[in-house]
């Protein structure tokens, strides 16, 4: 059982470039959500989806792009890349909350991005 | 206004003592649920803990503990008999609404060291 699998690891984009990022689920969750970390800040939420076909923005949305064509994949889209997005992303998913309580987000390992 | 405070940056423990990390929220919903993660070195995130805001008693799994103060809105975290695989970044976080779309907020984390 993989999880939660981000691709890639680590990377570096010049200032302007375009890139995606890749989250992939095995778990059937409805729920995917991309975080970015920061020193200092914690995780802050930047697009989410509730199911295949549904998407909509977190807190930091600006720059960023999604898409939820299935239920497995949730792509987050760097249109031109700057430096302001260096950062360390993470995707979570999780399963519809049910009507006695909430479930917990299982996180993948995250992307280390340095634009330059 | 922040809806998830972590006071402490950094907290030290010795060893196999206890140690508390504080956390509180705010939120005007009636239904929400409140969850630790553990972040170490090696950068992935790890569920911890999870206390919903109906549950009447405190949450504890092995040697985690939630101290759930609903009245101070506070969801503390205790770590009994601490160990040097302990030493990492602690983040609280809430899923506000039971049911609802809404995704975790976090806090800003407090960094762990456990001395030997």
């Known amino acids: 059982n993989a999880g939660v699998t981000q691709t890639p690891k680590f990377q570096v984009l010049k200032t302007g470039q375009s890139m995606t990022l890749q989250c992939a689920q095995d778990m059937n969750h409805e729920y995917m959500s991309w975080y970015r970390q920061d020193p200092g800040m914690g995780l802050r939420l930047i697009h989410y989806?509730?199911?295949?076909?549904?998407?909509d923005q977190g807190e930091v949305p600006n720059g960023y792009n999604v898409s939820r064509s299935t239920t497995e994949d949730f792509p987050l889209r760097l249109l031109s890349a700057a430096p302001s997005q260096t950062s360390v992303y993470f995707c979570a998913s999780s399963y519809r909350p049910g009507s006695l309580g909430v479930t917990e987000a299982f996180f993948g390992q995250g992307t280390r991005l340095t634009v330059v | 206004a922040q809806k998830i405070t972590q006071t402490q940056p950094g907290m030290f423990v010795q060893e196999k003592e206890a140690v508390t990390l504080d956390c509180t929220y705010d939120t005007s919903d009636q239904s929400y649920g409140l969850f630790w993660y553990k972040q170490p070195s090696s950068g992935e995130m790890i569920f911890l803990i999870y206390q919903g805001s109906y549950d009447e008693q405190n949450a504890t799994e092995g040697r985690y503990s939630l101290n759930f103060q609903k009245a101070r809105k506070s969801a503390n975290l205790v770590i009994s008999a601490s160990q040097l695989g302990d030493s990492a970044m602690y983040f609280c976080a809430m899923r506000e609404g039971i049911g609802s779309a809404r995704q975790l907020t976090f806090g800003s984390g407090t960094q762990l060291t456990v001395l030997p």
């Open positions: 989806s509730v199911g295949a076909g549904i998407t």
